[in-house]
């Protein structure tokens, strides 16, 4: 069974940092592409960035440019993002998903069932 587990959350101060990762389990995903997304309370989920399997490739929401950086380790089949510069728009719920590319939540096959991202003003 395919798992994806998300950490690294929580409260941090407009400013700050926090560095999210994704582990999966249940099969190797070296040779997919894995994507973040998220979502605020009361708004559709959105693409932030995604990251092809060699991690030759990424691409990123316009809100997230310059301050967002997705990586990967596929001997640890793990996906990161490195926040920096956090915002209180960033807050949400953030989504790792796997087997897929682009910024279309449909392009992807698995999900993680989030992790609670909360920037203070």
């Given at each position: 069974q395919v798992q994806l587990v998300e950490s690294g959350g929580g409260l941090v101060q407009a400013g700050g940092s926090l560095r999210l990762s994704c582990a999966a389990s249940g099969r190797t995903f070296s040779r997919s592409g894995m994507g973040w997304f998220r979502q605020a309370p009361g708004k559709e989920r959105e693409f932030v960035a995604a990251i092809s399997?060699?991690?030759?490739?990424?691409?990123?929401?316009?809100?997230v440019k310059g301050r967002f950086t997705i990586s990967r380790d596929n001997a640890k089949n793990t996906v990161y993002l490195q926040m920096n510069s956090l915002k209180p728009e960033d807050t949400a719920v953030y989504y790792c998903a796997a087997n897929g590319w682009g910024s279309s939540e449909r392009q992807y096959d698995y999900w993680g069932q989030g992790t609670q991202v909360t920037v203070s003003s």
């Open positions: 399997w060699t991690g030759g490739r990424t691409d990123y929401a316009d809100s």
